[in-house]
């Protein structure tokens, strides 16, 4: 599976549009970008994935660039419940195993 | 559904002991998955299932673990001995598989709320 580079850390204020950004330049065509995130003390939750179009659920918001190469996890409106880890995760759609990196912590702020 | 169940959600014991952790995964799924989570070493993926069958346990540390899927709603994760480098979050997960993945359009992993285990 492609490696994943995250930023350790990001700040995003409450109601404001938190935007997590992924880098996977060894993505091969066959594999997909997924996105979970982990709230404190509880288990990793799936938010969304896409291969190439980018796609949105009642969540959020995925965007990959036309070269795969990295992608943008949006959450349109930023809550504190929103604070958490998110990890970007690149596997084929076929691959059962999912492995976590070391992801993104988000702070939503006041 | 309930969600994929854990249990118990926090377990002490001493070193030397054997330590059982339990996961009931959500029903009609085909695979189900162990990991642990610390500090130092992030979510570990230990093993995981598919029909009840283990199919890579690569990740699994040692001889003293073991894991077990008796049938589609149980599986256990047992450490004997136990030592305090085992303490952790273990966290179980379950899935559809490929083709139920497609029809039912659920591609995500569900995870439970993770036992905390502490050897001391």
């Known amino acids: 599976d492609a490696k994943t580079t995250q930023p350790t850390s990001m700040d995003c204020a409450e109601g404001r549009a938190a935007n997590l950004p992924c880098n996977h330049s060894?993505?091969?065509?066959?594999?997909?970008v997924y996105w979970y995130r982990q709230i404190h003390s509880q288990g990793p939750q799936y938010i969304i994935h896409?291969?190439?179009n980018n796609e949105t659920n009642e969540m959020a918001s995925l965007i990959i660039t036309e070269d795969r190469k990295s992608s943008t996890l949006i959450l349109p409106h930023a809550t504190l419940r929103d604070t958490a880890v998110y990890y970007c995760?690149?596997?084929?759609?076929?691959?059962?195993?999912?492995?976590f990196g070391t992801g993104t912590r988000l702070q939503v702020t006041l | 559904d309930a969600g994929v169940i854990q249990s118990p959600r926090h377990e002490v014991t001493e070193m030397g002991q054997e330590v059982t952790l339990r996961c009931k995964p959500i029903?009609?799924?085909?695979?189900l998955f162990w990991y642990r989570q610390t500090m130092m070493r992030g979510l570990e993926l230990l093993i995981y299932?598919?029909?009840?069958?283990?199919?890579?346990d690569s990740g699994m540390p040692e001889d003293r673990f073991s894991a077990k899927m008796p049938n589609a709603s149980f599986s256990t994760l047992k450490i004997q001995p136990s030592e305090p480098r085992d303490s952790a979050v273990y966290f179980c997960?379950?899935?559809?598989?490929?083709?139920?993945?497609?029809?039912?359009?659920?591609?995500?992993?569900?995870f439970g709320s993770g036992t905390r285990l502490t050897v001391v």
């Open positions: 997960a379950s899935s559809f598989g490929l083709l139920q993945r497609e029809v039912r359009h659920n591609y995500g992993y569900t």
């Open positions: 060894t993505i091969s065509g066959n594999e997909y």
């Open positions: 896409g291969l190439k």
């Open positions: 995760i690149v596997k084929t759609g076929t691959a059962s195993k999912l492995t």
């Open positions: 029903s009609g799924h085909d695979y």
């Open positions: 299932f598919n029909n009840n069958v283990p199919i890579d």
